[in-house]
């Protein structure tokens, strides 16, 4: 059964806010300063950019940012990693207030000290960052993942799903975010290829903000889901008992494929194989859940390589 407290962010009132959710500018390795960093991604039809500098907060003061235009507060934190693996990148949101984590403090004071104050704390990249199980496993409190990070794509790791399916089948359900880790300026491979759509109905950082923690958004490099529903379902008969449980249908832009992936049983929804090597695409797929499975998430999957990834939806049984 669907988890309790769950919400469908793709039922949710409101709009798609388009958000770059890690982004650097000259106050750390950036290299444009903080106004060009705004302007920019405005002008190419962003809502919402969060500035994490290495280290420490960017000041935002003095910042003009266009009418509707919602700037957040953070920083990319790097405190060591005590269980074997490398330092974490950890993105840190809506704080104003950071230390630099380099020097004696354990990731767990880290995650406490920024989610203490209100703050989301999200593991960056994990496979370029080489992180397994045992890196995230001791850890509690964070908020999420980022699944994307187009950053990484130059040195050939941009995908962290299998890291968040990990984390996902082992130590409970978070949500994921794709970002670009932008250091170029605008139009520089490192931006404008991995976003994060968020469902507000104000365009406000508290609005942002509290979407992020309850899991309203999705994660995109490309395509777009555009619905999402879950409806009822029996699975057995012809002589087996009878399990009740969910079916779930997605509709999205034309894609090559659609996965539904869980820690249990998954599939894969696609045009005949050979009409979608000749470029066949599919809008539509659906999936019946197994009883017993923790969670189920969608991604997609365009002709151009780029994908899109669902939050896991959480089960009960
Ligand atoms: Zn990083
Ligand atoms: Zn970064």
Redo the contacts with the bound molecule.
């Keep these: 059964m669907l988890a309790p407290g769950w919400r469908n962010p793709f039922k949710a009132p409101g709009a798609w806010r388009k958000a770059n959710l ?1 982004a ?1 500018t000259t106050h750390s390795d950036g290299r444009v300063d903080l106004q060009t960093r705004v302007n920019e991604y405005a002008a190419a039809g962003w809502d919402v950019l969060a500035i ?1 500098d ?1 280290h420490a907060i960017t000041d935002l003061k003095g910042l003009q940012a266009p009418p509707g235009f919602v700037v957040l507060p953070g920083a ?1 934190l790097h405190p060591g990693n005590p269980f074997g693996g490398d330092r974490y ?1 950890l ?1 840190c949101l809506n704080v104003e207030q950071a230390r630099d984590a380099r020097t004696a403090a354990h990731p767990q004071e880290v995650i406490d000290e920024v989610t203490g104050r209100g703050g989301l704390v999200y593991f ?2 994990p496979y370029w960052c080489k992180h397994k199980l045992r890196d995230f496993e001791p850890l509690s409190g964070y908020t999420g993942v980022e699944v994307y ?1 187009h ?1 990484c794509r130059d040195a050939g790791r941009p995908d962290s799903g299998a890291q968040w399916d990990d984390l996902l089948a082992q130590s409970g359900v978070c949500p994921g975010i794709a970002t670009d ?1 932008c ?1 170029g300026p605008g139009g520089a491979s490192d931006t404008y290829g991995g976003w994060t759509w968020i469902r507000t109905e104000e365009r406000s950082r508290e609005a942002a903000i509290e979407a992020l923690r309850g899991g309203m958004n999705y994660s995109s490099s490309g395509p777009e889901i555009l619905a999402l529903e879950i409806e009822d379902a029996v699975l057995g008969g012809n002589g087996k008992p009878q399990v009740a449980t969910h079916r779930i249908t997605v509709r999205t832009s034309p894609v090559r494929e659609i996965f539904f992936v869980s820690d249990v049983s998954g599939s894969c929804c696609e045009p005949d194989p050979e009409a979608a090597r000749g470029g066949a695409t599919i809008a539509e797929g659906s999936f019946v859940v197994r009883p017993g499975c923790r969670y189920v998430r969608v991604e997609i999957l365009d002709h151009a390589g780029r994908k899109a990834w669902s939050n896991p939806i959480p089960f009960a049984w």
């Design positions: 890690h650097h994490t290495h990319e990148h993105v960056a990249h990070n950053g880790d250091h």
